[in-house]
């Protein structure tokens, strides 16, 4: 059954014209359209049995049959030939002067810019065929040692590049966990994505290790002087104590054998040499004692003696050293050296203001 296209009106089987509106009927070949198929795509078979093949099949899961001269996908092929040319035109720069290694380090090469700009710029596929094929040229072409903090080798270069691999890396891992999460292709993905992270995590863990035996070691070398400081302390005390107590002693035989300026010089020499404050309190009460004891005998038996404190004793212990209150012999020497010179500039500005109030200089009043 056919209808007049322009109106709408039911047609006989031989009109040529619409008996309503007049209209003629040309094509009656388009009075039953067929419904039309489209493909997208390509599906390949097995050249033996007409099997369907899966992406990657070497041999026909039906009939075994081998197939050959399968290739590599395009685009990502593509995209490898470029970065090898980008590479086959660097320019190796010698170093010339003492820093213009450390500053070559410190920038991006040409050669390097040009790759980062064509892997960042790199269209993500859409097959997981070549989303595989992809994968394992970035895997492989990263260097995992950037990643290590402690390596100082590693160039500006190097790093930069790195992290435009693993930015695409990221990129087509989500690409391919949304379109493909169901096909065991992506599982193959997913291996070489989780590969890739865990030896980043390897080589920032190694970098942390090295930092941490470089420096860990000082608190344990404190740790060891300090023990080595315990140890000592007491022996070294328990000798400084010995020692002032054999001085007493000489101080006594001294008086016994009524030598009393020797006995004198004994007991002034009687000085505590540690960091106990409280001991050196002490000892200084105890040489006092022992200093009048030996005037006082010496009195006794008709001797006077001239005594006089050595200055030295106390002021070493109670008054800061030069060296430990920031100032010493360098301040002072350098002062001395510079007050001539100041003296001098001082005479010249006074000089100065007497010819500008008119006065004569001293040397022509000397000459006059």
């Known amino acids: 059954m056919a209808f007049c296209t322009n109106c709408g009106q039911e047609l006989s089987e031989d009109a040529k014209f619409c008996q ?45 049959y081998e197939l050959r001269g399968a290739k590599a996908a395009s685009a990502v092929k593509e995209f490898a030939l470029k970065l090898e040319a980008i590479e086959s035109r ?3 720069e010698k170093p ?24 960042k710029s790199f269209s993500i596929p859409n097959t997981k065929e070549d989303m595989l094929e992809f994968m394992i040229l970035a895997t492989s072409s990263m260097n995992m040692r950037t990643y290590d903090s402690a390596n100082t080798d590693i160039s500006k270069s190097e790093k930069e590049v790195n992290a435009a691999w693993f930015s695409k890396v990221q990129q087509v891992y989500e690409k391919a966990k949304r379109a493909y999460s169901a096909d065991s292709t992506f599982m193959e993905i997913k291996e070489l994505y989780d590969s890739c992270n865990e030896k980043i995590k390897k080589s920032k863990k190694k970098g ?17 002087i300090i023990m080595i400081l315990v140890i000592t302390n007491p022996k070294e005390e328990a000798k400084e104590l010995e020692r002032l107590d054999n001085i007493v002693l000489d101080v006594q035989h001294a008086l016994d054998d009524e ?4 006995a004198l010089r004994i007991a002034d020499s009687i000085d505590y040499q540690r960091y106990d404050m409280e001991m050196e309190r002490k000892w200084d009460i105890e040489r006092e004692y022992w200093v009048e004891k030996v005037l006082e005998k010496a009195t006794e038996n008709g001797i006077d003696l001239e005594y006089t404190p050595t200055p030295d004793i106390d002021k070493a212990n109670d008054e800061p050293s030069d060296s430990e209150n920031g100032t010493g012999g360098f301040v002072e020497g350098f002062k001395d050296g510079l007050q001539p010179g100041l003296d001098a500039a ?22 006059e």
């Open 20 to 64: 309503k509106c007049g209209c003629p009927v040309t094509d009656r070949s388009t009075e039953y359209p067929q419904r039309k198929q489209e493909f997208t795509g390509k599906l390949y078979k097995c050249p033996n049995c007409g099997e369907v093949l899966k992406s990657f099949e070497l041999n026909c899961p039906a009939c075994g």
């Open 90 to 92: 660097r320019e190796y």
């Open 96 to 119: 010339h002067g003492l820093f213009s290694a450390a500053e070559a380090k410190q920038r991006v090469s040409k050669t390097d810019e040009q790759k980062i700009s064509l892997i």
């Open 208 to 224: 942390v290790i090295k930092w941490v035996l470089m420096i860990g070691w000082m608190p344990i070398v404190w740790i060891v």
């Open 259 to 262: 030598e009393y300026s020797h």
């Open 346 to 367: 001082q005479e010249n500005i006074d000089e100065f203001n007497r010819i500008l109030n008119g006065e004569e200089s001293s040397d022509s009043d000397t000459k």
